[in-house]
């Protein structure tokens, strides 16, 4: 998926209006505007869309962690920088939003995808582990499609 796509998608399930998105990229150090905002939501063949880069997208994973977990502690170094994937995206979200393994599986089935326990460990591993798995575009849509689901209470039990 795309940082747009993954940006977009996010807003939605987290239900944050533009002035919310604006706030939380100030707050990570990010200064934007509502224009600018608009101009990542928008999809890849309409006009005045932007590019939302890596640095943006990273900037908001990172703030929405802070936002929503609070600081690291002072004596705890940073982990070192990994390349973009969906990965290191449901890496960043299961931090942010404290979600369990359990939580993780019910918005992937919520969102038409069956996964396994073992699977979703293979997902959340480092990449030069002999057990990582890459996370596709599909699985990416079914988690973002469970989490708006559950977040958003349009879940149909």
């Known amino acids: 998926m795309n940082n747009n796509d993954v940006l977009r998608r996010l807003r939605f ?3 944050i209006d533009d002035d919310g998105l604006v706030a939380l990229f100030g707050r990570g150090g990010l200064t934007t505007s509502v224009e600018q905002v608009w101009g990542w939501m928008g999809r890849e063949d309409e006009p005045g869309t932007m590019e939302c880069t890596d ?5 908001f994973l990172d703030t929405l962690i802070v936002d929503r977990r609070g600081p690291p502690p002072a004596h705890v170094a940073p982990p070192p920088p990994e390349p973009f994937s969906n990965n290191l995206v449901l890496k960043k979200l299961r931090i942010a939003l404290k979600l369990r393994d359990t939580d993780m599986l019910e918005f992937i089935k919520l969102g038409g995808r069956d996964l396994s ?3 979703l460990g293979g997902l959340l591993r480092h990449r030069e582990h002999r057990h990582y798995r890459p996370c596709g ?3 990416m849509r079914a988690f973002f499609a469970g989490l708006t689901q559950t ?5 149909r039990d």
């Open 13 to 15: 399930a987290l239900n």
């Open 55 to 59: 640095d943006v997208l990273f900037t």
């Open 117 to 119: 326990k073992a699977e």
């Open 137 to 139: 575009n599909q699985l």
């Open 151 to 155: 977040m958003r209470g349009t879940r």
